[in-house]
């Protein structure tokens, strides 16, 4: 038997991508996630904060996805959960294994990959030291504390200022742990402005930029930590250092897009997002199999995960109707403070279309603009009163500008970078 | 009254227990640590050496490679898991090119098999991610690589099923000497035995003193490590050695049992034998000189990082004697000590049988163990068996490593008792993949609550004091029905 659609994975990203699959007339559609519940990352995210542009309202993360949950109710989209997918192929094969049929092979005629992201752990960051138990990433101690009731300590130091790191020590904090400092080896948080203000300044949690673990010490639980200045090349600074006592480190320092399966399916992969190289219908260099939210890169809001995930299904109704016309496409280009943007290639044909693009620069710019220029002639710009890099931000290109330009690639720039 | 007490439940103590459980003794092991296998042998290359590199007429050398030639047997019963892949010790230049004429001729005196010298064009097409600038190499068709924690747990295992009596958590703090036998306490309990078999690894010199030979001196010697996912493991097919240098036998590129890439050891005399800190510096040492071998790996692939501490002392060679009647001493025992270690075992014995310890062989005796059930080495057909009897092998537990509840389950009801997070992680190797237990810990956890009886807040990653959880949330700890719901 053979799908219309698999969807990988039952995150926002993968909910939002069947349900839009299913109202562009795609009936026959199977999301597949190995948690025992859908939602994904949402599950774990008791706090408010989600849903502010979609639907203009502060939902928590279970709340934001039960708004999809519940709408799969009234629709012939089936769901397995509890069902590890082990590899897809590039003939959109779909190896799973599960309780209670086993192993099995599924066959698609589309497949959309919504696997999310996994934490970037002590050894990505190599921290030198002992090892102790008591260094968690932020949201183990989050699916510790909100999934299964109990505190991974007491005295506690965070690594990284990225959103989770903040949100956990808020949480840790009103569950009475002493949160003692958030370290931030970059000299701004990468976290959103709100959260630092909620979360930190609110119950008096120092942050200290510029600064990072330069030592984990105790041989059985954690029993402290040296830390350390840093300049500018990010560089300790000697002399700079000093201990602190703490029986646990959370780590927020980081996510990365899971991609084991789109490896094995020899999937292109950017080196810079670490997901599928997407075209503007969010189809990867296989052809039929789309990508979506946190595994293609990392968003900060779920707001835009669902948009992306409506993208990609929009894009896989057409391949699965046959009418998804070879396109010929043009790369898109990051520079001068841009780090990515996403997707990286944009079809040609279809010229009456607007493509957003989303993009991430390498630090902060006050009142600065992004250019985009094809062939050296400027075809958009856009005025932003901050850019950060903790922020994901965007641009629309309007295809019809591109048409006449001799051009090798689009390049995305923040002026005077 | 023991026939035999063995200190230390490392790999050689685990060697020579498997190897009486083939007698009619009775047998002791005493190890101050919660499992088997927690000290250096948990943290080393993990490599069957060829034995090239021992120096010939030495202990060194002829039990590395008497022991390299019993691993095939071993593995086939006790299936630890063992892959002859090869090794390379690289030339850069003529002067390189000298040294490795060198190892070749000791590795002909040594006796061992399958050498040869090879040029670069042989190098670059089997390993093509070696430095092009690469001269010639050794080439040694016999060495290989073990998981060295899953050998010494394999062999533990067997012993105990064979009559072998494990004490873990039973650190060995006296032993007296009354009317020729042993009384060794550990604490408030005493172990009356025949023999004693000292094989307490770093603390063996502590260990001689405490039964009045005070001769011994071990001085650790740090190795630093890093391991990479998987998905890099293929940069090294076969052991990339570098020449060695001035005492130094430089940083090696493996690919382990499992499949990950792993870079190390450099070489540091430190002063405690607690001390496996990896250092900012040490790390660094260890990926530069790496590099010149394999210039292209991807350091933002680092999973973890380890160090391990040899057991050297001023003299070169392994001490493997009896040095007070009844008391036999293995001291010093620093690479090649795991691959020797079948072979120390055999060497024990011997010394064993001239002092007059009866050696009458068991008629039960099983020399097969149960190897652990690992689906990824399953067809697809027999997956789907194993899942029509017990469900819970269709559940991904650990997702880094495809580990099912029912691989975990299996590795918790052997003969060596599992109390932690990192014995499992040893055995089932769930938590030892690219998240490093980020996602699977508290399932894991549930796991050990629900088939060993602990409380969430009992479990601990090793050791007695290394608690994962600190107590209950606030919510929790007030009964709310959502919590009890999930639990
Ligand atoms: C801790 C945290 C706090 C956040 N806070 C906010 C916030 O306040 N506001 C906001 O707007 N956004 C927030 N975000 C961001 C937002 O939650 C994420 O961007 C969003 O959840 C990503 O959705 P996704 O579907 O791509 O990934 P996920 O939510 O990670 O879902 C991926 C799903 O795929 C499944 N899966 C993966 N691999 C397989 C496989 N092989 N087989 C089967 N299933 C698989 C996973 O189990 C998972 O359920 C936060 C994110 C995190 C991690
Ligand atoms: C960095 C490094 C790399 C290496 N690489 C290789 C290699 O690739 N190939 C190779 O062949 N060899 C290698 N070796 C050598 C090999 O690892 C060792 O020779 C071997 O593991 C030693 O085993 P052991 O049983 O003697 O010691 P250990 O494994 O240390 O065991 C000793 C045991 O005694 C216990 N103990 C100590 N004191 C007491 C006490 N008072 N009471 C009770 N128990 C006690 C300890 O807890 C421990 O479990 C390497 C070593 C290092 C450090």
Redesign the pocket.
């Known amino acids: 038997m053979v799908y219309d659609l698999i969807v990988?994975?039952?995150?926002?990203?993968?909910l939002a991508a069947a349900l839009k699959a299913y109202d562009e007339g795609i009936k026959d559609i199977l999301i597949?996630?190995?948690?025992y519940v859908l939602g994904?990352?949402?599950n774990q995210?008791i706090?408010n904060?989600?849903g502010l542009h979609k639907f203009k309202e502060e939902l928590t993360?279970p709340e934001y996805s039960e708004k999809y949950i519940e709408r799969l109710k009234d629709t012939s989209i089936k769901v397995k959960t509890e069902?590890?997918?082990l590899k897809v192929t590039e003939d959109r094969e779909v190896h799973t294994l599960n309780e209670k049929e086993g192993f099995q092979v599924l066959k698609a005629k589309s497949l959309i990959l919504?696997?999310?992201?996994r934490e970037r752990t002590r050894g990505a960051i190599s921290i030198a030291g002992a090892r102790p138990s008591g260094v968690f990433t932020a949201?183990t101690a989050?699916r510790f504390i909100n999934l299964e009731g109990y505190m991974p300590g007491k005295e506690v130091v965070i690594l990284g200022s990225g959103?989770?790191g903040l949100?956990m020590a808020r949480r840790m904090t009103l569950e009475g742990a002493n949160v003692k400092c958030v370290l931030e080896l970059m000299p701004y948080s990468n976290g959103l402005t709100r959260n630092i203000v909620q979360c930190l300044d609110d119950y008096d949690i120092p942050l200290k930029l510029s600064h990072t673990v330069v030592s984990v010490h105790g041989d059985k639980r954690l029993e402290g930590i040296t830390v350390a200045k840093v300049d500018e090349n990010l560089q300790i600074i000697d002399g700079s250092q000093e201990y602190i006592s703490c029986d646990t480190l959370l780590l927020s320092v980081g996510?990365i897009p899971?991609n084991e399966?789109s490896n094995v399916c020899d999937i292109e992969i950017d080196k810079t997002t670490k997901g599928p190289v997407v075209s503007d219908t969010r189809e990867t260099s296989k052809k039929g199999i789309f990508a979506c939210?946190?595994?293609l890169h990392v968003?900060?809001?779920?707001?835009y995960?669902s948009e992306e995930a409506e993208i990609a299904a929009v894009g896989a109704a057409k391949f699965i109707k046959n009418s998804a016309a070879e396109q010929k496409s043009i790369k898109t280009k990051g520079c001068n403070g841009v780090t990515y943007v996403v997707p990286q290639k944009v079809g040609l044909d279809d010229q009456d279309k607007v493509v957003k693009m989303y993009l991430r620069v390498n630090k902060v710019y006050d009142n600065s603009k992004i250019k985009v220029t094809a062939g050296g002639v400027e075809i958009a710009s856009k005025k932003y009163d901050r850019l950060i890099p903790g922020e994901m931000a965007s641009i629309n290109l309007v295809k019809s500008k591109l048409k006449g330009i001799d051009m090798d690639e689009v390049v995305f720039e923040v002026e005077g970078a | 009254m023991y026939d035999v007490s063995i200190i230390g439940a490392g790999v050689v103590g685990c060697a020579i227990a498997r190897e009486l459980s083939k007698y009619d003794l009775k047998v002791a092991v005493l190890e101050k640590d919660s499992d088997v296998s927690n000290g250096t042998s948990k943290a080393n290359s993990g490599i069957v050496h060829g034995g090239y590199d021992a120096a010939p007429g030495t202990l060194k050398a002829k039990l590395c490679v008497k022991g390299n030639q019993m691993f095939k047997q071993l593995d086939s019963e006790l299936k630890f898991g063992y892959n002859k892949c090869g090794s390379y010790v690289l030339a850069f230049d003529e002067d390189d090119h000298k040294e490795i004429l060198k190892l070749y001729e000791k590795g002909v005196k040594n006796g061992v098999k399958n050498m040869s010298i090879v040029n670069k064009s042989f190098i670059l097409a089997n390993e093509p991610n070696v430095n092009p600038e690469v001269y010639s190499a050794l080439f040694c068709g016999s060495s290989g690589v073990i998981s060295p924690f899953e050998f010494a747990i394999a062999l533990a295992e067997n012993a105990a099923d064979n009559g072998v009596e494990f004490f873990l958590e039973t650190p060995v703090t006296a032993i007296e000497e009354i009317d020729g036998h042993f009384i060794i306490k550990s604490d408030d309990r005493k172990f009356r035995t025949k023999y004693v078999i000292n094989s307490a690894g770093l603390f063996s010199d502590e260990i001689a003193k405490m039964a009045g030979m005070e001769d011994y001196k071990i001085t650790p010697r740090k190795g630093e490590y890093l391991l990479f996912d998987k998905d890099i493991g293929n940069m090294a097919n076969a052991v990339l050695f570098q020449t060695p240098k001035e005492g130094s036998k430089g940083i090696l590129i493996t690919q382990t049992y499992h499949g990950n890439l792993m870079i190390g050891p450099n070489a540091k005399y430190v002063y405690d034998k607690e001390d496996m800190l990896t250092t900012k510096e040490g790390l660094k040492e260890v990926s530069d000189q790496a590099k010149k071998s394999v210039p292209n790996i991807d350091m933002s692939k680092v999973i973890t990082q380890f160090a391990g501490l040899r057991s050297s002392m001023e003299q070169y060679d392994f001490i493997i004697e009896e040095t007070k009647k009844g008391f036999v001493n293995l001291i010093g025992i620093d690479s090649p000590g795991l691959t020797s270690s079948p072979a120390i075992a055999l060497e024990v014995l011997d010394i064993l049988d001239k002092s007059g310890l009866g050696l009458d062989p068991k008629e039960n005796h099983i020399s097969y163990r149960t190897p652990y059930i690992r689906m990824d080495h399953m067809s697809n057909e027999e997956v789907n068996e194993l899942i029509a009897q017990d469900g819970s092998f269709g559940k991904i537990v650990c997702r880094c490593e495809s580990i099912t509840e029912g691989e975990i389950v299996d590795v918790l009801k052997r003969s060596i008792p599992v109390k932690t997070i990192d014995a499992i992680k040893r055995r089932a190797r769930a938590t030892m993949g690219r998240c490093q237990g980020g996602f699977c810990t508290p399932k894991v956890m549930d796991i050990m609550c629900r088939e060993l009886n602990m409380e969430m807040t009992d479990i601990n990653k090793s050791e007695k004091g290394s608690y994962i959880l600190s107590g209950k949330t606030q919510k929790a700890e007030g009964g709310n029905e959502q919590w009890s719901m999930i639990l």
Do not use: K, S
């Open positions: 990988v994975g039952g995150g926002p990203a993968g597949i996630e190995r948690d994904g990352i949402l995210c706090h904060g989600f993360g069902t590890m997918v919504a696997m999310g992201c949201g989050q959103d989770i949100i996510l899971e399966l939210g946190n595994v968003h900060d809001l779920v707001d995960v």
